[in-house]
């Protein structure tokens, strides 16, 4: 099907914070299709270029009820797996069908999403596909800090760099402070490079407030997007990060604030949970008016 076919493109804002009703931009939009059935891939690419948002979600329904196969277009490619969207995704199925259990299949494996309701509000928990781990080389990391401007004394020595997968790849960079944090004027080209590269989806910065409490920035530039508010694979990522290197307990649940730089205040809530591998991320989205 060509992109010129009308497609009823759906608009979210996932995981927005409910703490700040006097910004209700907050979150991070997502287009949603609900029924992408023959749509081919320069359609559904240059529908997400259309859409312009970090990520659009194509699902096409499966046999099983409640089962599809999803797939993630940025702006300018497609990517294996997008947690922002799935939850968009699964909230909005939510509305038109209820609350209850969808299994997602995506280029990074089987995604399962819980949809419960919580004083009306429908709430989706995914777990990702089981995360893993490696270790980022010096000469890496120098480029990435070279393309942030970010100097190495800045770093959190507690919490060393690495690559960690939890769907997508992701660089965890750890701030010593949230003024660090908070200094992001990046290399937009020179940090791409890198990031294509090593195959990266984001670079997942992070300041730890508390020992269960993170704020954490997303620089996405291979997507077309400079900063993304709210990232629910990073977050699955950096739990799964957390918890291989003993940073956390095995049992634990997270606080993740993003967004806030931008102006969009964004809240993810990652739990981890004994003997069960993959990391599970929680949040909410809303319709965006038209």
């Known amino acids: 099907m060509t992109s010129g076919t009308s497609v009823d493109v759906l608009r979210y804002t996932a995981f927005p914070d409910t703490a700040f009703p006097d910004r209700p931009a907050g979150g991070n939009p997502a287009g949603v299709v609900l029924d992408a059935t023959g749509l081919d891939d320069a359609a559904m690419l240059a529908i997400a270029a259309e859409v312009g948002y970090s990520e659009t979600v194509f699902l096409f329904p499966g046999a099983a009820a409640g089962s599809f196969t999803a797939r993630y277009f940025s702006p300018l490619a497609e990517v294996p797996f997008c947690g922002h969207a799935t939850v968009a995704a699964a909230v909005a199925l939510a509305r038109r069908s209820g609350p209850g259990e969808l299994l997602f299949a995506t280029r990074a494996g089987e995604v399962p999403v819980t949809v419960t309701e919580e004083n009306g509000v429908p709430r989706a928990t995914l777990s990702s596909v089981e995360p893993y781990q490696e270790p980022v080389t010096a000469d890496d990391l120098a480029e990435a800090l070279a393309a942030l401007d970010w100097p190495s004394a800045g770093l959190d020595p507690a919490l060393p760099p690495a690559i960690a997968f939890a769907g997508a790849r992701h660089l965890v960079v750890a701030a010593a402070t949230r003024e660090r944090l908070a200094e992001l004027d990046y290399d937009v080209e020179r940090l791409a490079a890198l990031m294509r590269r090593l195959d990266l989806t984001t670079v997942q910065l992070v300041w730890r407030e508390a020992p269960a409490v993170f704020h954490v920035r997303d620089p996405f ?70």
């Open 221 to 290: 530039p291979v997507g077309g997007v400079v900063e993304d508010p709210a990232t629910g694979a990073a977050a699955a990522a950096l739990g799964g990060y957390l918890r291989a290197g003993g940073h956390v307990p095995d049992a634990a649940t997270l606080t993740l604030h993003q967004g806030h730089d931008l102006g969009r205040p964004s809240l993810l809530t990652v739990t981890l949970v004994p003997g069960d591998p993959r990391v599970h991320v929680s949040g909410t989205a809303a319709p965006i008016p038209a």
